[in-house]
C-alpha cells in the first residue's frame, strides 16, 4: 500500500530512506539539537522516546524541513532536503523543490491538524490533488481506500469538528499516507488523546508497521515502542544517547539517564492506572 | 423515621420537605406594556406626520421610483460598488500578504500605504483624484532620468468615473487589508504546516488551506465595509459621477423636490443594503463549514452511522 518504489534511481533498497546527518538546531540561545545522526532503512520502526524538551519534535521536523537545521543535512529518498545540486555545489532550493522532496514523507501532527473546512474525505484528498496534481477521481477512490484502511469509511463525509479525537488522529494518518510516502513520520500522534482513545490510534499504528511501513515515532508509550519499534533512540538534551534494538535500549538500557528516564515513565504509570 | 432530621440522606430524595408548586409566569409586565406603547407612539407618529404632509409630494415618489435617470444612477452606483470593492479587495489581499512576509521592504511599504490612506477621508481623496490633472496634466509611463515609454493626458484617463473609483477603492484597500491580515493570522499554524507536510507549495498551501478558513473570519467584516461601500458611492455625486445620488440631485436641482427625490434615493439604497446583507448571511454559513455543527435542516453529507463503522478494519496483511 506504501510506495515501495525508490523515488531515485541510483537509491537501492539497502540505503537508508532517512540519514540525518549531525543536524543542529537552535533557536537563538537555546539549542534544540546537538548534534544527531541516524539512519532508517526500509521497512524499519524507528521510536524517539525521551522527557519532553529533549528534541524529539524538533528532530521529526527537521526531516521534513518543517524547521531549517542550523547545521548538518538531512537525506530522504535521496534527496538533500532543502538543497538542490548546481554545477558541483548544493544550493539552497526553492520552496517548490522543497514542496516536492517534502512528498516522499508523510507527517502525522501531535494535535492532528486536520483541514478543518475539509471533510475527512477532502482532508485525505488535499495532499494527491493540491500537492501531486493527481486527478480528483483517483485521489477520492484511494482516499475512500485509505479512510477503510484507519476503520474510518463511514466517516468521509464527517467534518474534523464532528469527530472524536482518536477518530481526527485516524483520518490524519490517512492522510499523512495518501502522497504514498516512503516514510511516515508521527509526532506523538497520542499525546493529545484521552486516555481512552490512545488504543484505536495505536492499533493502525501498529498494523501498518506490520505491514512493512517505514516510520519514524516520537512517543511517549514505551510499552508500544517496545512491540512495535525494530530501533529505539533515547534522546535527552538535544542529543541521542543512547540507541539499539527495543530489548536493549528498553529491557537493559546501558546509561544511566535512560535507565531514570524509564522507571520515572513507568512510575508515572503506575500512579496514573 | 423522624420528621425533625435537619439533613436529609443524599440517598432517600423523598425525605426532602416538598416545595410549594410552581406557577408558570403569568405576572403582566408593566415595563413591557409601557415600552410597547411608547414605542407605538413614535412610530404611529411618524407615520402619520409622514402621509398627511401636504406639502410632501408622494406622488413625486412614486413616479421618479422607477424614472429612467434614477435608474441609470442606480446602475452606476452598482458598478462603482462591485468594480471599487473588487479592486480594494485584490489590493487589500496584495496589500495584506504584504504586511505579512517576513521581507522588511513590502512590510514598511504596506504599514505606509495602510496608515496614509486610513486616514484621508473618502471626499477628500475623491477630489483629489479629480484635480489631479490640475498639477499633472500629463501621466508618463517610463524609466525614471531615461525615455519615455508612454504618456497620457490626465484629463482624459481620469475622467469622473475613473476619479470615483480610485477616490473609492484605494482608501477601502486599507481597511480591508487589516481585515484581511487579521482573518490571515487568525489560522493555526498547524494548518499551514499540515499542508506543506502533505507537499503543497506555498503558494497552493495559501489557497486551498489558509484563506479559505481566515474567510470565514474576515466576511462579517467585509460585509461591513461592502454595506458602507454602497452608500460612500453616494459621495461620488461632488464629481459629478452619475450615481444614484447624482442623478436625484440632478433632478431635484430643476424641480426643487428635494425630499421626494432623496425619499427615493433612501428606498434604493435600502433595497440594496437589504439585499445584500441576505446575501451576506448565505455567503457565511457557506463558509462556517466544519466550524458549526450541523442541523437536522441540513444533514447534507452525513453518513450513517453503524455499530462497527468506528473501529479499525482488519488489516490482512
Same mark, same amino acid.
Given at each position: 500500500?506504501?510506495?515501495?518504489?525508490?523515488?531515485?534511481?541510483?537509491?537501492?533498497?539497502?540505503?537508508?530512506?532517512?540519514?540525518?546527518?549531525?543536524?543542529?538546531?537552535?533557536?537563538?540561545?537555546?539549542?534544540?539539537?546537538?548534534?544527531?545522526?541516524?539512519?532508517?532503512?526500509?521497512?524499519?520502526?524507528?521510536?524517539?522516546?525521551?522527557?519532553?524538551?529533549?528534541?524529539?519534535?524538533?528532530?521529526?521536523?527537521?526531516?521534513?524541513?518543517?524547521?531549517?537545521?542550523?547545521?548538518?543535512?538531512?537525506?530522504?529518498?535521496?534527496?538533500?532536503?532543502?538543497?538542490?545540486?548546481?554545477?558541483?555545489?548544493?544550493?539552497?532550493?526553492?520552496?517548490?523543490?522543497?514542496?516536492?522532496?517534502?512528498?516522499?514523507?508523510?507527517?502525522?501532527?501531535?494535535?492532528?491538524?486536520?483541514?478543518?473546512?475539509?471533510?475527512?474525505?477532502?482532508?485525505?484528498?488535499?495532499?494527491?490533488?493540491?500537492?501531486?496534481?493527481?486527478?480528483?477521481?483517483?485521489?477520492?477512490?484511494?482516499?475512500?481506500?485509505?479512510?477503510?484502511?484507519?476503520?474510518?469509511?463511514?466517516?468521509?463525509?464527517?467534518?474534523?469538528?464532528?469527530?472524536?479525537?482518536?477518530?481526527?488522529?485516524?483520518?490524519?494518518?490517512?492522510?499523512?499516507?495518501?502522497?504514498?510516502?516512503?516514510?511516515?513520520?508521527?509526532?506523538?500522534?497520542?499525546?493529545?488523546?484521552?486516555?481512552?482513545?490512545?488504543?484505536?490510534?495505536?492499533?493502525?499504528?501498529?498494523?501498518?508497521?506490520?505491514?512493512?511501513?517505514?516510520?519514524?515515532?516520537?512517543?511517549?508509550?514505551?510499552?508500544?515502542?517496545?512491540?512495535?519499534?525494530?530501533?529505539?533512540?533515547?534522546?535527552?538534551?538535544?542529543?541521542?544517547?543512547?540507541?539499539?534494538?527495543?530489548?536493549?535500549?528498553?529491557?537493559?538500557?546501558?546509561?544511566?539517564?535512560?535507565?531514570?528516564?524509564?522507571?520515572?515513565?513507568?512510575?508515572?504509570?503506575?500512579?496514573?492506572? | 423515621?423522624?420528621?425533625?432530621?435537619?439533613?436529609?440522606?443524599?440517598?432517600?430524595?423523598?425525605?426532602? $420537605?416538598? +416545595? @410549594?408548586? %410552581?406557577?408558570?409566569?403569568?405576572?403582566?409586565?408593566?415595563?413591557? *406594556?409601557?415600552?410597547?406603547?411608547? /414605542? =407605538?407612539?413614535?412610530?404611529?407618529?411618524?407615520?402619520?406626520?409622514?402621509?398627511?404632509?401636504?406639502?410632501?409630494?408622494?406622488?413625486?415618489?412614486?413616479?421618479?421610483?422607477?424614472?429612467?435617470?434614477?435608474?441609470?444612477?442606480?446602475?452606476?452606483?452598482?458598478?462603482?460598488?462591485?468594480?471599487?470593492?473588487?479592486?480594494?479587495?485584490?489590493?487589500?489581499?496584495?496589500?495584506?500578504?504584504?504586511?505579512?512576509?517576513?521581507?522588511?521592504?513590502?512590510?514598511?511599504?504596506?504599514?505606509?500605504?495602510?496608515?496614509?490612506?486610513?486616514?484621508?477621508?473618502?471626499?477628500?481623496?475623491?477630489?483629489?483624484?479629480?484635480?489631479?490633472? $490640475?498639477? +499633472? @496634466?500629463? %501621466?508618463?509611463?517610463?524609466?525614471?532620468?531615461?525615455?519615455?515609454? *508612454?504618456?497620457?493626458?490626465?484629463? /482624459? =484617463?481620469?475622467?469622473?468615473?475613473?476619479?470615483?473609483?480610485?477616490?473609492?477603492?484605494?482608501?477601502?484597500?486599507?481597511?480591508?487589508?487589516?481585515?484581511?491580515?487579521?482573518?490571515?493570522?487568525?489560522?493555526?499554524?498547524?494548518?499551514?504546516?499540515?499542508?506543506?507536510?502533505?507537499?503543497?507549495?506555498?503558494?497552493?498551501?495559501?489557497?486551498?488551506?489558509?484563506?479559505?478558513?481566515?474567510?470565514?473570519?474576515?466576511?462579517?467584516?467585509?460585509?461591513?465595509?461592502?454595506?458602507?461601500?454602497?452608500?460612500?458611492?453616494?459621495?461620488?455625486?461632488?464629481?459629478?459621477?452619475?450615481?444614484?445620488?447624482?442623478?436625484?440631485?440632478?433632478?431635484?436641482?430643476?424641480?426643487?423636490?428635494?425630499?421626494?427625490?432623496?425619499?427615493?434615493?433612501?428606498?434604493?439604497?435600502?433595497?440594496?443594503?437589504?439585499?445584500?446583507?441576505?446575501?451576506?448571511?448565505?455567503?457565511?454559513?457557506?463558509?462556517?463549514?466544519?466550524?458549526?455543527?450541523?442541523?437536522?435542516?441540513?444533514?447534507?453529507?452525513?453518513?450513517?452511522?453503524?455499530?462497527?463503522?468506528?473501529?479499525?478494519?482488519?488489516?490482512?496483511?
Amino acid at each position: 500500500m506504501t510506495a515501495t518504489q525508490p523515488t531515485l534511481a541510483e537509491t537501492r533498497d539497502s540505503d537508508p530512506i532517512i540519514h540525518v546527518r549531525d543536524v543542529h538546531k537552535s533557536y537563538g540561545q537555546v539549542e534544540a539539537l546537538r548534534g544527531v545522526s541516524l539512519q532508517v532503512k526500509r521497512g524499519e520502526v524507528v521510536a524517539l522516546i525521551g522527557p519532553s524538551g529533549s528534541g524529539k519534535s524538533t528532530l521529526l521536523r527537521c526531516i521534513n524541513h518543517l524547521e531549517t537545521p542550523t547545521g548538518g543535512v538531512v537525506q530522504v529518498a535521496g534527496h538533500v532536503m532543502g538543497y538542490a545540486e548546481k554545477r558541483g555545489y548544493l544550493r539552497e532550493c526553492n520552496q517548490r523543490t522543497l514542496a516536492r522532496q517534502r512528498r516522499s514523507t508523510g507527517m502525522v501532527f501531535q494535535h492532528f491538524d486536520l483541514f478543518a473546512h475539509r471533510t475527512a474525505l477532502e482532508n485525505v484528498m488535499e495532499g494527491p490533488t493540491s500537492g501531486l496534481g493527481e486527478a480528483r477521481g483517483a485521489a477520492r477512490a484511494r482516499a475512500h481506500e485509505l479512510l477503510a484502511l484507519v476503520g474510518l469509511a463511514e466517516k468521509a463525509g464527517a467534518y474534523p469538528s464532528e469527530l472524536s479525537g482518536g477518530q481526527q488522529q485516524r483520518v490524519a494518518i490517512a492522510r499523512a499516507l495518501s502522497t504514498r510516502p516512503d516514510v511516515l513520520l508521527l509526532d506523538e500522534p497520542t499525546s493529545a488523546l484521552d486516555p481512552e482513545l490512545v488504543g484505536e490510534v495505536l492499533d493502525v499504528v501498529t498494523d501498518l508497521a506490520r505491514q512493512g511501513v517505514t516510520m519514524v515515532v516520537a512517543t511517549h508509550e514505551i510499552t508500544f515502542a517496545e512491540d512495535v519499534a525494530t530501533t529505539v533512540y533515547f534522546m535527552e538534551k538535544g542529543s541521542v544517547v543512547e540507541s539499539g534494538s527495543p530489548r536493549e535500549v528498553i529491557r537493559n538500557p546501558v546509561e544511566a539517564r535512560t535507565a531514570q528516564f524509564l522507571t520515572h515513565i513507568s512510575a508515572a504509570r503506575t500512579a496514573t492506572t | 423515621m423522624t420528621a425533625n432530621v435537619a439533613v436529609p440522606s443524599p440517598t432517600k430524595r423523598d425525605e426532602f $420537605a416538598p +416545595l @410549594p408548586p %410552581i406557577k408558570a409566569k403569568s405576572r403582566i409586565s408593566w415595563s413591557r *406594556v409601557l415600552t410597547l406603547v411608547i /414605542l =407605538l407612539w413614535v412610530v404611529i407618529a411618524f407615520v402619520v406626520g409622514a402621509a398627511t404632509n401636504e406639502r410632501l409630494d408622494w406622488g413625486a415618489v412614486a413616479t421618479y421610483l422607477f424614472d429612467p435617470r434614477i435608474l441609470e444612477g442606480l446602475r452606476t452606483t452598482l458598478v462603482l460598488t462591485a468594480v471599487s470593492m473588487a479592486i480594494a479587495t485584490v489590493l487589500g489581499v496584495v496589500l495584506a500578504l504584504m504586511a505579512l512576509t517576513k521581507d522588511p521592504t513590502p512590510r514598511a511599504f504596506a504599514r505606509t500605504y495602510i496608515t496614509v490612506f486610513r486616514s484621508i477621508p473618502p471626499m477628500v481623496q475623491l477630489l483629489f483624484w479629480y484635480f489631479l490633472a $490640475a498639477i +499633472l @496634466p500629463t %501621466i508618463t509611463i517610463g524609466i525614471p532620468f531615461g525615455p519615455d515609454l *508612454v504618456t497620457f493626458d490626465t484629463n /482624459l =484617463l481620469i475622467t469622473q468615473f475613473a476619479a470615483a473609483l480610485l477616490g473609492l477603492s484605494l482608501g477601502e484597500a486599507a481597511f480591508l487589508a487589516e481585515y484581511i491580515r487579521g482573518g490571515i493570522l487568525s489560522v493555526p499554524r498547524g494548518q499551514s504546516e499540515a499542508a506543506a507536510a502533505c507537499g503543497l507549495t506555498p503558494a497552493k498551501t495559501f489557497f486551498r488551506v489558509v484563506f479559505p478558513q481566515a474567510i470565514r473570519v474576515i466576511l462579517p467584516a467585509y460585509g461591513n465595509s461592502l454595506i458602507s461601500q454602497v452608500k460612500n458611492t453616494a459621495m461620488v455625486f461632488v464629481i459629478g459621477a452619475g450615481d444614484l445620488m447624482t442623478e436625484a440631485q440632478l433632478i431635484y436641482s430643476q424641480n426643487f423636490q428635494q425630499i421626494p427625490l432623496l425619499i427615493v434615493v433612501s428606498i434604493w439604497y435600502l433595497v440594496i443594503v437589504v439585499i445584500l446583507t441576505q446575501v451576506q448571511r448565505r455567503i457565511e454559513n457557506h463558509y462556517s463549514r466544519g466550524y458549526t455543527r450541523r442541523t437536522e435542516k441540513s444533514p447534507a453529507r452525513r453518513q450513517p452511522l453503524t455499530a462497527d463503522s468506528d473501529r479499525p478494519r482488519e488489516v490482512t496483511s
